[in-house]
């Protein structure tokens, strides 16, 4: 959908995301139109509210607690310290966003997953009793009792949306505007008859959109929680010495692979939260232009001017907050 209801900007550059199909899909329809309008302003107006916490402050906020525990380096300097790499990056413009993205993603993967995969593997014995926890935690009958009772039912929803959210953001409406942004192009492939046969851009970017979702929480979330219960146990976050998952995640991999395998993932951590922070600044960029073609054309710069604000005051506060 983002694909296919996308549009050029004024810069010759594809705009795309929820907004457009919601106005020119779903506005499409018999008595749709108003509805359609309203809804694309709406889902414009939350995308940048989103953009500001889930991707901006959360991000950077996980980064300056990992780099305190891992460096010892204040949160007010890695607060200036990234809000003028990523001035760069927005003066530099969307290409160079999707280009600086494009190669940090496979290389940070990488190294995270073999780090992880070292550490499950030198704690083999305790794979299935981590596993026989998780389960425990989720399927045992205190759990179940107490999602009966409203309370109970009210914690488990809002815990599983922000897991869902900060994990895949799948059904959130917001990797649309990523996708949307693809080139146009079509990919050989040969069928099990030996025909040969095209896929669109629509169809290869619909497949890496599962594929971002299982590695995101299949395999990255997965080993994060294995290398967590195999080195740390299950107890709290501050129970192992630290302040949040961020930093308790580091500590485990340098708990386990000592002070070079630690620093590497460190800088992992960091650079997966740095490339989310920039990723939504498309996203709530392309939102602020929608909503600049609509109310004024001032919004996407002002948008960018307190996004960046954001993340220094991201790094000030606590998580929770």
């Known amino acids: 959908l983002g694909i296919l209801y996308r549009r050029k900007n004024g ?23 108003q509805l359609g309008k309203v809804l694309g302003l709406l889902f414009s107006i939350f995308c940048i509210f989103a953009s500001f916490g889930i991707g901006n402050m959360g991000q950077i906020n996980s980064i300056a607690t ?14 200036v310290f990234l809000m003028a790499v990523a001035a760069l990056v927005v003066v530099g413009g969307l290409k160079r966003i999707a280009a600086g993205t494009e190669k940090l993603v496979p290389v940070m993967a ?24 998780i389960f425990k935690g989720a399927f045992a009958m205190k759990a179940v009792g107490g999602g009966i009772v ?12 922000k897991r869902g959210v900060f994990s895949n953001e799948a059904g959130l409406g917001s990797l649309a505007g990523l996708h949307g942004e693809a080139k146009e192009e079509k990919h050989l492939a040969v069928n099990g008859a030996g025909d040969q046969g ?4 629509e169809e290869i970017q619909g497949m890496w959109a599962i594929f971002e979702v299982f590695f995101d929480t299949i395999v990255s979330c997965t080993l994060t929680a294995l290398v967590i219960l ?31 395998g630690g620093y590497a993932v460190a800088v ?9 922070i920039i990723a939504w ?13 609509k109310i004024s054309g001032k919004i996407p710069a002002v948008y960018a001017v307190g996004y960046l604000l954001a993340a220094f005051l991201g790094c000030l506060g606590a998580m929770e907050t």
């Open 281 to 293: 600044y498309y996203m709530g960029r392309q939102a602020a232009e929608y909503l600049g073609g």
């Open 66 to 79: 990992n780099m305190r525990a891992v460096f010892s380096i204040p949160n007010w300097v890695t607060g």
């Open 11 to 33: 810069k010759g550059e594809w705009a795309g995301g929820a907004m457009y199909y919601l106005r020119d899909g779903l506005g499409s329809f018999r008595g749709c139109k």
């Open 230 to 260: 195999c080195v740390a146990g299950s107890g709290t976050a501050s129970e192992f010495g630290a302040e949040n998952g961020a930093s308790l995640t580091s500590l485990c991999f340098f708990t386990a692979l000592g002070s070079p």
């Open 110 to 133: 990488l190294l995270y997953v073999v780090g992880a995969l070292a550490i499950v593997a030198m704690n083999y014995r305790s794979i299935l009793p981590a596993f026989a926890s």
């Open 268 to 276: 992992c951590v960091v650079l997966f939260a740095f490339s989310t």
């Open 150 to 161: 409203g309370s109970g039912v009210k914690a488990a929803v809002t815990w599983g949306m």
């Open 198 to 201: 095209g896929y669109g851009t």
